[in-house]
């Protein structure tokens, strides 16, 4: 049973325009929320995270909206650029799990020249 | 360059045989982690040290699996008696104790059972 869920494997976007990959994740104990992205051959590079006493975290083009009444997290990447290609990984941890994330299976990003 | 570091990057190895593979962490950092990814899937937490003590492991670990962290320092992932299921990437990742959750990840040992 996952507890953080991905739901688009894959996202197609133009170049200059905006990027928006979504989580979904079911424990309301989660109070830490991450994303990481991943290029091929790579291992995960943390990339921007909010906690839940927040709903918006801004780090120059990336953005993270938490909506904690329905669970769901976003990130918006604008604009988009072709080396934002690669896979982005929502992930989710909580005091009570000693801060360990648990990861989404990820969305592939293409940014198209 | 101060990253993690992980080795082999890749290893084939026939079924039943054992392996074991090697993490040096960011050095200051005090916890370190064991992951697994397979295709199509995100990572998959294993197991967990915070200086030598291994303070949690996964359900999911076999007990084919053992992890090590002596002194604190590097660790080592050791799987017995190799599986076909067992093909995998293998990450390791290293934080301070301050994170709340932002892990710095190895490229990776690519596992191979044939």
């Known amino acids: 049973d996952q507890q953080v869920k991905q739901n688009s494997p894959s996202l197609s976007v133009q170049e200059g325009r905006i990027s928006i990959l979504n989580c979904d994740y079911t424990?309301?104990?989660?109070?830490?929320f991450l994303w990481y992205k991943k290029y091929p051959a790579e291992g995960p590079t943390f990339l921007i995270s909010?906690?839940?006493?927040?709903d918006k975290n801004e780090d120059g083009r990336f953005t993270v909206f938490l909506n904690k009444s329905a669970k769901h997290l976003s990130l918006h990447i604008v604009p988009s650029q072709p080396g934002d290609s690669a896979v982005y990984f929502c992930a989710t941890a909580s005091s009570g799990g000693s801060y360990i994330p648990t990861f989404g299976r990820g969305t592939s990003l293409i940014v198209h020249p | 360059d101060t990253g993690v570091s992980q080795n082999p990057r890749h290893k084939i190895t026939k079924r039943g045989q054992n392996v074991t593979f090697r993490c040096d962490p960011i050095s200051e950092h005090n916890r370190l982690y064991w992951y697994r990814q397979t295709l199509g899937q995100g990572p998959e937490f294993l197991t967990y040290?915070?200086?030598?003590?291994?303070?949690?492991k996964s359900r999911l670990l076999s007990d084919r699996f053992s992890a090590e962290r002596p002194k604190g320092s590097f660790s080592t992932l050791e799987i017995q008696r190799t599986e076909q299921g067992d093909s995998a990437m293998y990450l390791c990742a290293s934080s301070p104790l301050s994170a709340f959750g932002e892990l710095f990840f190895g490229s990776g040992t690519q596992l191979s059972v044939l």
């Open positions: 424990n309301s104990m989660f109070d830490y």
């Open positions: 909010i906690s839940s006493i927040k």
């Open positions: 040290f915070q200086n030598e003590a291994q303070l949690e």
